[in-house]
């Protein structure tokens, strides 16, 4: 698909990151972000209309928030279905609202259309300075890599629901919490971009698995892991059902956490940038693997992401 | 649904125009524009997917022309069935790039997903200066009323292809290149845009009436029209299956002509820039009715619009 479009002279970033920008003005960037949500692959069981639109925001505003691109202004095209009471349109109609106000810019425009399937298309506008963007490219060989947060959460939670058939209330708090209302991580991502110290990033929402294999890909370089950040959360649902937490962790997906990579001296000045929150998971390498590294044993991390689940009707 | 919105400092034309804006730079704006095509009520039967694909685009080109605002860069976000083959959403890709191409700008990202039938939904961005945008409400009593071409080919076309069960290669030329081959009038409503000498613009795609009752609304004036322009080839499709003409034309919709307000004195700067293709149908007038006046009968035109099909599957 995307070979088909070429590039252009005002192209700055364009197919391949978590987001496209263009030169606008001077040195001045338009930063443009889109992604659909889709109803039967998009929206778990039991998740309301209110909730589904927040989740449509916040996939978009957590792939400006790894560049570090605060959201300027937003666009949603809806397709709903003709089944669709007022009051459920009015309840996405609140859930994009609500959500625009959380990471504070507004819906300037729409359109609303007839459809099979419930369907919220975001576009979001973002106006940075073209030095102040972090890319998917950046990484160098003996930087740091970091992570947000734990991860699996989210998979541990839809295995729940999608494969284990617990109802929503049945979820342990996090796990649901993770599924049902997942967070952005704008501030986090504005400041470590102004921080100057990270060199990479890219948001987790394909799982983290394929978000290193992205960073590795896109800055030619291999990324070697000495541990895989699992949730405590998922580790427990894991241990209950019988999976395997580090699946959960790196091929899970629907987690809106940020993926980064920071200059080898760095991580000082990139932790208070983000409040100690960074977990360091491993190292950036020559080559192109990604590989986890434990005593003398390494293993390489497959290539595969989340695959979008279908609701059951 | 627009209403939850509210507004913003930053706005500068939100909801209710065919784009919004947003101040970016000093006066620069960025005027945002996004319109989603849906499978089951916007391709009509015997279109294909590259043209289809066409249709997204011009659709929301055609909301820029309008306003006088060439589109800069655009996104994608797709629905795509599985049951599509490599091949059409090739030929999909195709369609976008084409149609960019034909209206110079590049598609810089996007987004594609799996969903039960085709969605194609674009959004575009435009950047330009305050003073140069043309919107629904400056039209002022006593303008001239024009239209960038005639009506009711495009219904004509749809009418013969769902209601009289024509095949595509059944249609008269220029009712099939209406239904498959749209075009905005992106040259057109940019030089329009830059004359000065046109008070307020809108696009036509729901159907003329509509665009006049529009005008109306947002500029809080009448509108009376002399006549109702009905291109010759709807002209031709109504008498010969039976239609009432001035209906093909008021309420057909899908069509993207410009419907423009001229200041009194600036029709000739007006034609001169539109190289003479602008028809004046009517007038301005205090009050909030459009009406057509024929010697000394009056007639109310309906506030009704083009309600999409649903394809016969």
Redesign the interface.
Known sequence: ??R?????P??T???GDD????K???D?L?V?????L?G???IPPGMSTYLAARKAVVANVSDLAAKGARP??G?????LPASLTKRE??RI??G??DS?KEYRF????????????I?I?I?L?A?MSKGEIVLRSGAKVGDIVAVSDNFGSAAAGLRGLLERGLRPNQLPRELAQAVYRPRAQLDLGVRLASSGAITASIDSSDGLALSLHELSKMSRVGIQLDQIPVSEAALRFAGKYGYEPTDLALYGGEEYHLVVTIGRKKLAVAQRAAEERLKPIGVVTRGHDVVLTQGNRHMKIARKGWE?FRRRR
């Open positions: 698909m995307e088909a479009f070429g590039t252009s005002r192209t970033v364009g197919f987001i496209s920008a263009v606008a003005f001077k001045r338009a443009l972000k889109t992604d659909m889709v039967s692959t998009d300027y202004a666009l949603v095209a809806l397709g349109i009015q109609a609140y994009l609202r625009a507004p819906f300037v425009g729409g359109d609303t259309n007839e459809a099979d399937d369907v298309s576009a506008l106006l979008h």
